[in-house]
Nanobody, 126 residues
Framework: QVQLVESGGGLAQPGGSLTLSCAASGRALSDFVVSWFRQAPGKDREFVAFVGWSGSGTDYGDSVKGRFAISRDNVKNLVFLQLNQLKPEDTAVYYC???????????????????WGQGTQVTVSS
């Protein structure tokens, strides 16, 4: 049974930074492509960032391009999401999700992912 666990959320000021981590157990995280999604109250789950198996392929949602950075360390079985230049509208629960196969069409679709973490809250407020 694969389990994903996010950590690193919290309260940040506008313009500040946070680093989220996603850890896997039960199977090597290198078996999966991984994406981060977020969900604010009353809104649909939104694609944030993607990283391929080796870490060389990445993609981002339009609202976070140039501010967030995704990376992975397959030796440590971790995926990271660096959140920079935070805005109040970045406030949401952030989830990591993994899937063993990849298509461009599936990448931003929450329903395409097999494994999910429980989420970590990010709040951006002064």
């Amino acid at each position: 049974q694969v389990q994903l666990v996010e950590s690193g959320g919290g309260l940040a000021q506008p313009g500040g930074s946070l680093t989220l981590s996603c850890a896997a157990s039960g199977r090597a995280l290198s078996d999966f492509v991984v994406s981060w999604f977020r969900q604010a109250p009353g809104k649909d789950r939104e694609f944030v960032a993607f990283v391929g198996w080796s870490g060389s392929g990445t993609d981002y949602g339009d609202s976070v391009k140039g501010r967030f950075a995704i990376s992975r360390d397959n030796v440590k079985n971790l995926v990271f999401l660096q959140l920079n230049q935070l805005k109040p509208e970045d406030t949401a629960v952030y989830y990591c999700a993994g899937k063993a196969t990849f298509t461009m069409r599936d990448m931003p679709e929450p329903g395409a992912y097999e494994y999910w973490g429980q989420g970590t809250q990010v709040t951006v407020s002064s």
